[in-house]
């Protein structure tokens, strides 16, 4: 493809840059307020590790987070859950701060 001249437009994609930062997923910006001790129960309950840990819906963990004056959706917890958020497939994915749960 060598000779070959780029377009306005095509040149000015190549010089855009990818932004670095967007809105955290529901459940992200639920647990950027709780404290430890919660971030880490919630984290149990949407990713149970072992058949010991209770299993719940979406709808019984959105009941309990707004019954604690946390103000989630249904399907932030859903996306989330099937990794498919912002937080597993975005730019900033936490997916190796998260242990590849």
Known sequence: MEGLTMGKLAQKVSE???PQFGLPCGVTKVMSVMDEDDKN??????FPQSDKVKRFSNRQIQELLISEGYDIAQSSLALHRRKQCRCFTGINARIEALGNK
């Open 16 to 18: 855009l840059t990818a």
């Open 41 to 46: 129960t919630l984290e149990l309950i949407l």
